[in-house]
């Protein structure tokens, strides 16, 4: 699956793979499906979406200095993926860091961050995942990691929309993103 977004972004979010109900059915990350629903209306109220919402990949919906890719590009057995479906991904997720490299990346669960510090080659032990940690890259870029925003972890209170929208507006803030982005 594609990333989302502008290639010149700032920001890239790093998802874990297509959901079964909704990247992998529009092809476009995080819409249609659960955890797109807090994803994209966070990302709206802090400058990076031009509306709240995706349903469909027709929906109109623009981001602004971000871009969203996941770790895994099919949608994994059981839609969790697997060690060794990361291991076979990353070099896809290290070409889109060469490539288009982001002042910041935000990592969405533990798959991510650890699929992004694999396609820099850093060192996963000096680098600990936790919601809300910061990381300097020695790269220049900044690592921020959240728990993932899938239905389990927000109907189990892990992940609760006032600590999703802390990380993304201290995201905001470092970008100089302040209000939300009109409907066009």
């Known amino acids: 699956m594609p990333p ?3 290639r010149n972004a700032r920001l ?3 998802g874990l793979a297509p959901g079964m109900h909704g990247a992998n059915r529009t092809g476009r990350p995080f819409t249609g499906d659960h955890a797109g629903i807090l994803l994209y209306r966070t990302l709206h109220k802090h400058g990076f979406a031009n509306h709240p919402g ?10 602004r200095d971000c871009r969203i890719t996941n770790a895994v590009k099919c949608l994994p057995p059981q839609n969790k993926p697997l060690p ?6 990353n070099r896809f997720l290290a070409a889109e860091l060469a490539t288009y490299p982001p002042r910041l990346i935000l990592a969405l669960g533990r798959v ?3 699929a992004v510090l694999r396609a820099l080659e850093l060192r ?14 020695p790269n220049g870029m900044r690592l921020v990691d959240s728990f993932h925003c899938s239905r389990y972890n927000t109907q189990t209170g892990r992940l609760t929309e006032a600590m999703f929208d802390a990380v993304l507006r201290d995201i905001a ?3 100089g993103h302040t209000a939300s982005l009109r409907s066009t």
């Open 4 to 6: 989302f977004g502008d």
């Open 124 to 137: 996963q032990g000096e680098f600990a995942f936790a919601h809300g940690a910061q990381h300097a890259l």
């Open 12 to 14: 890239l979010i790093v």
């Open 54 to 63: 995706s349903v469909e990949p027709d929906d109109g919906l623009q981001l």
């Open 112 to 114: 991510g961050h650890t």
């Open 173 to 175: 803030a470092a970008l």
């Open 84 to 89: 060794d479906e990361v291991l076979r991904c």
